[in-house]
Nanobody, 123 residues
Framework: QVQFVESGGGSVQPGGSLRLSCAAS????????IGWFRQVAGKEREGTSC????????YYIDSVKGRFTISRDNAMNTVYLQMHSLKPEDTGVYYC????????????????WGQGTQVTVSS
């Protein structure tokens, strides 16, 4: 019913910035809470942040809080992740997915993932 296409990744030096985009297909986007996840080689996917359907609720894990900002443009069916002060440990493939977003955390609601977009932070 809904598919996501991630873009905006790249290679940056520590302290750099990137802006990721998650473009959604389908007509239900406005009713979805969306989360950004990341995965490094040999590790499970890790949720980093989420945003509710009307942007009234956001959540960030402690390691990214203050550096990452999640936002959305429902008219464009797109969720963004603005990333500042990037660290090598932020390296990974970033994905978006449907979640239930609350101020204390999130619940993953889908096991369907897009291609992801690669973020590499190195000196």
């Amino acid at each position: 019913q809904v598919q996501f296409v991630e873009s905006g990744g790249g290679s940056v030096q520590p302290g750099g910035s990137l802006r990721l985009s998650c473009a959604a297909s389908g007509s239900t986007f406005q009713n979805l809470d969306i989360g950004w996840f990341r995965q490094v080689a040999g590790k499970e996917r890790e949720g980093t942040s989420c945003i509710s359907k009307s942007s009234g609720t956001t959540y960030y894990i402690d390691s990214v809080k203050g550096r990452f900002t999640i936002s959305r443009d429902n008219a464009m069916n797109t969720v963004y992740l603005q990333m500042h002060s990037l660290k090598p440990e932020d390296t990974g493939v970033y994905y978006c997915a449907t979640v239930k977003c609350r101020e204390f955390g999130y619940f993953l609601l889908s096991n369907y993932w897009g291609q992801g977009t690669q973020v590499t932070v190195s000196s």
